[in-house]
């Protein structure tokens, strides 16, 4: 079995939890509060910056010139074309530079920024992939779900149409063949590690979508 087989079964309730979430289920039916959506976007943001810079530290530890390219590109992409999208989104729902610059990262995002941030830089290449991918990996999952059950006029569509887009899926398609091919040259104990990688990294992305949901603060304090 391959190392993204192996990882999916090991995390599939994880999975199937992340899908069920309000804020999921909501955003499929458009039903999504406007102050929730706003919430997220901002704390997105805030998190492809962290994560393209995972991705640099990925590229730049690949073991082929290959990698190196894809994973630069992606890089790119997470900061680039994505911050873009946000850009349009903070538009769309009058989310002002200032108001997006003087948010803080809230403790899910922190969260899970410092450990893909730390991630990249002490651990080996294929553990750094295996803690990138459930990013890649269930946004394309819960995309697809997303869009086959939208409601029309959704105004969250151009989100949906993003993540359960075909140029999105072929790029995780190929991140997939890529930690399959590195990982079948690992050994037993970095193939755990890289496993104990994903879950966290796959548990992050359910503590993201539920501090979004629920809006959560620091010290636990909820918007009034």
Known sequence: ???????????????????????????AQGTLSKAVFSHYVIQDAHYLLAYGRALAVCAAKAFSADDVIQFTEAAKIAIVVERTLHDEFMQEFDITKEQFNHTPLTLACHHYTSFLT????????????ASLLPCFWIYAEVGKAIVANSIENNPYQAWIDT?????????VNQVIRTI????????????????????????????????????RQWLGLDPA
């Open 180 to 215: 399959d091919q590195v990982a079948a040259r690992c050994d037993a104990d970095t193939l755990e590690k890289m496993h104990q990688a994903y879950t966290r990294g796959a548990e992050l992305e359910w503590l993201f979508w539920d501090g979004a949901y629920h809006q």
């Open 118 to 129: 730390a991630t990249a830089w002490s651990e080996s290449y294929p553990v750094v992939l």
């Open 163 to 171: 993540y359960s887009g075909e140029e999105f899926h072929q790029a």
């Open 1 to 27: 079995m391959h190392f993204s087989q192996a990882a999916w079964q090991r995390n599939l309730a994880l999975y199937e939890k992340t899908l069920a979430m309000p804020f999921n289920q909501e955003l």
